[in-house]
Structures are given as C-alpha cells and as structure tokens.
C-alpha cells in the first residue's frame, strides 16, 4: 500500500515538491517516524558522525547513475547532492562547528 502511496505522489506532486525543497528547504515541524529517532548515546553519536562522513564521501565519489527516488523520481548528481545537503541541513542545522563556535571573555 506504500508503495501506491509514494508512486501516487511521484506522479502528481513529487516534481513540484521536490523542486519546492531544493529552493526552500524542508519545511520545519515535518512529521518524523518515531522508529527514525534514537535515544541520545554519546558513544553512537561519534560512530553515526563517521558513518556518515564515509557515506558523504562515497556519494561525492559516485560516478554512476543515481537509484531513482520513490518520491522523486530520476535525478542528475547534482540534484541528488543539493537533495542530500537540504535533508542533512533539516536534521542537522542546530549543529553549530566548532571554529565558529565562539567563548565570551
């Protein structure tokens, strides 16, 4: 039933929606599956930020053609990484670096 769901949507409001978060953003408050969330551990905080930075990397060395989007469809490289970039900016935008990261005196 999914599956007709996301391709139901694909076909009608995907391609706006898609372009809607490329020029915007996700849209804050947005609904989150509860099973997507873990409970906060230090320990797999630092092995997630690995993960992903090896996973970053690994798309970024991709040459090939990109899996289609369920919800999207077919995507150039480009779209695909300005994709990726909104969602790691909607999960992580409170994420502050730590070189702009500045102490009061």
């Known amino acids: 039933m999914i599956g007709l769901i ?3 949507m694909k076909v009608t409001i995907g391609r706006k929606q898609f372009q809607s ?7 804050a408050n947005g609904p989150t599956m509860p099973a ?18 090896s996973t970053v990397e690994r798309f970024q060395q991709h040459d090939g ?8 469809g077919t995507m150039t490289k480009e ?7 909104r969602h790691i ?4 935008g409170f994420l502050v670096p ?4 500045h102490t009061s005196s």
């Open 65 to 72: 053609e990109l899996h289609p989007s369920m919800l999207f």
């Open 36 to 53: 997507t969330v873990p409970a906060a551990d230090a320990q797999e905080d630092a092995a997630a930020v690995a993960t992903l930075k």
């Open 89 to 92: 900016e909607h999960h992580l």
């Open 6 to 8: 996301l391709w139901l």
């Open 98 to 101: 730590e070189s702009n990261h």
């Open 79 to 85: 779209q695909g990484t300005q994709l990726q970039l």
């Open 21 to 27: 978060i490329l020029d915007e953003g996700f849209k």
